[in-house]
């Protein structure tokens, strides 16, 4: 165990960008994001616009009103009692004991379901490790019930050469030509507990490339790295069906993650394809319980897939575009598996990466005059990133599909403490006050 | 709240439907009040005569919130902090937004603190038509001298924004007190050591006090309870806030259970809780970035699980950002979708050259579109269409984004396509193509069907406008 805090091992790639920071500002217009490029579903705009879905469910179970005219001093007299200044004697004299005691959540009876990831030799596959999320008797981090597995991070990989914020870029320029370096480069430097394979460029509008030949860059991933790996299509729901299939194929053995089923493509062929070649599936629903309870349901009881092969993904969207629906979905998904919704009771996945797609983490500075200065965008973007996944984190989400290396690292950091899994000196935090800062 | 139906609080009123608070009946008044829109105040005759001070009592007692609401600060500015009734915000909404203060100290050149009191009350960071801001100044006594921090509370209250004492000398609490008469401090903080003192002054000045006990629950109630039984309502909680290791677990833990207690009816424990994510700046992390970084996670933690308010250092934008954005998002009311004035917006300077485009009313949706156009320098006129704040695509589905509604929407902004403008050309948002062929018959207009997203807007414009003849 760590005696401090390693942070420290950031330090360096901080330094690194404090001159790309100044070379970021100066250019003007650079704007080097692509939403469509990330692929899988994961757009950030779309999530947003769909975000006041489960909004308005919700306000079928609210009377509304405005929130503003909370009673100011209710419960308390109009007007405190004056007390004569001569007639004040003190009135502090001995401390009153009181034991503090709160009770656990009785509610919370149902334990989340546990699924594995990859394959060793142990299990039949090439692994070098297996991660398993989900398992948890209460929410994150919450001293009810032990938390059985950490948090997990899969940084992605793309098949292709896309855009990206620069910031987020210049982590991976050398290595975006292959995946396979990418993979290593995520593993070795990053330190990723998993490898996501976007397969994008088989959409029909980016490259079109064959279902055959993408299998061949999960089977390149596959030997260039030994952490279990998620495969993910383009998104595009007439053709990830098939690209998947294939991928599963290749990697048969491997228990890997396809991403995605969803209720809008042919599910019950992802389905098939992790069932016969054993893999998991990723059950990706937008913002919406009831549309993630119905693909569960689907994928359960017309597919077969066996409870302990399915993750859910209700959608990610990003801090200032939406975080406020996601966060609360999720949340909401948690606990009403934790009191006993089977359709519910499954580990969760998120796009975090999403949260790239918020201008405030990739613009050069703010495109409104009046605003506070946003300061250099190489420093704003990973921690938009982390502050999302974190609070998905405390929400319920157990994966992050992940992009900047500081974001994972500092999420890693922030997750692995809140599990227990860190050990520090104690601070003395009683001299708070007289801090040199 | 003790209660959550409007049938229990209707019980405690005159069932007279007199109409005087301005509903129709005592029953829709009742509704109001649980969901705190209204309050008993509004009620004249509750108020008013005296048959029903009993009820009135009663009724105040039953609505009030599980967690104290505590205020600090005075005139315009002053927060309130506390009056949650819930553990998770989807099952009502949190109420008032954790209060971010960030601290001075009273050792630094009198410049610097102005400039750094002036930058914390001047930032403003724009979101969905309005500006989230900061709120307000801890001052730490470094100095631990009652002359030397008086001096640096009077600069501070000079810009009128909300203070927090920091300190565990009672002089030199009573010295900044002095300084600043009528401007309701937070006083930070009292402890197992100086109890006494502070909470005498907290009396004396009737002002809000922190009870701080680190990682020690029992003596943090025992602390609240005393002060309570003393006659001190305004009770902060400072259990401690640990920045790493197993030390920032015990933090998280004893938020939960401090904040668990309190609205399952621990009346004793309900107070505001304060976090301490300034204490990132004693964990060692020698790189500042870092050391803001982690202190923004912290605070990121503390806004989610029940932190009312805090102490911060750091003002670089990359760690305030994120920051107040979190806060407003986890503050925001899950209920109820934010809208905008249905009305047309001009984006930049438009002319009759411009390009025309609608979008909904839904706050998320339309400040997305219009920063979308104006960040990439695109003059335009954007109608946003009452929707009754829903999203494109749900509103095109749901029925409330209509041909006629934004035939509509034209008519009342007063907005003719075929005089304001040369090209009688409207753009449809992507999401909304369908509604294509019914527009043009409505509108009598050329339709062109835009992006999907409205961040491809710029990508678009290029290869569609002005339109081809």
Redesign the interface.
Known sequence: MAKKMKLSDITSMFAGMDVEALEGVTIEGDIEIDLGGLGGGFDPMLAAALGQESAILAQHFARLAGMFGYPVGIGAPAAAPAVSPALAAPKLKDLIPAKFDVANIAEWTTQIQEVPIGNTSADGGSRGKRVVVGGEKALPFFPDAPMPNRNQVTIDVFDMRIGLAKAVKENYDEVMDSPGEWAKKNVEKFNADMITIHLISTDPLIKDTPAKEAAKTVEEVLQAVDVPIAIGGSGNPQKDPEVLARAAEVAEGERCLLASASLNLDYAAIAEAAIKYDHDVLSWTQLDMNAQKELNRKLMKQCNVPRDRIIMDPTTAALGYGLDYAYTNMERIRLAALMGDDELTFPMSSGTTNAWGARESWMVSSPLKEDSDWGPREYRGPIWEIVTGLSLAIAGNDLFMMMHPTSVAVLKQITQTLFGMIDTEQVDIAKWIGAEV | MKINSPLEAYKYLPQTNCGECGEATCMAFA??L????????DCPPLVKEKKFAKKLAEL??L???EIR?V?IGAGEKAV?IG?DDVL???KL?F??KTKMFF?VADNMEEAALVARVKQIA??????VGR?LLLDGVAI???S?DPVKFAAAVKKVAEVGIPMIF???NPAVLKAGLEAAKDKNPLLYAANKDN??EI??LA??Y?VPVVVSA?ND??A????????A???I?DIVLDP??????????DT??NF??IR??GI?G?T??AYPIMA?P??A???????P??AS??E??MA??FT??YGDIMIL?SM????T??EV??A???Y??????VAVDSKMYKVGNPTADSPVLFTTN?A??YY?VE?DL??NGIDCWLLAVNTD??????AVA?GQLTADKVKDAFDKAGFDLKTAVNHNTVITPG?AARLQGDLEDKLGASVKVGP????RLPGWMEKNWPPKK
């Open positions: 509704s109001k649980i969901d705190r829109s209204g309050k008993t105040s105040d007692r609505l009030a919130p609401q205020t309130n009056g998770y915000r989807h909404t109420f008032n601290d001047g930032y403003k960071k724009f979101y500006n730490r006594a470094v631990n920091c300190s565990f109890w006494k909470g005498e009396l004396e009737k680190f629950l029992d943090l109630k025992t602390l609240a309870k005393t002060f039984e003393a006659g309502k401690g806030t640990y920045p790493t290791g197993k030390g920032l677990k998280f833990t939960l259970k668990r207690a399952m621990d004793e424990i301490l300034f204490t700046w004693m964990a060692g992390i020698a790189d970035v870092s970084y982690w923004t996670v990121s933690v989610i699980r250092h670089e934008p990359y760690a950002m994120p954005h979190l407003e998002t986890i925001t009311d899950p209920r109820s979708p839904f998320l949706t997305t920063s104006s960040s704040g829903i999203g494109v695509e749900a749901g999401l999907m997203d409205s961040g």
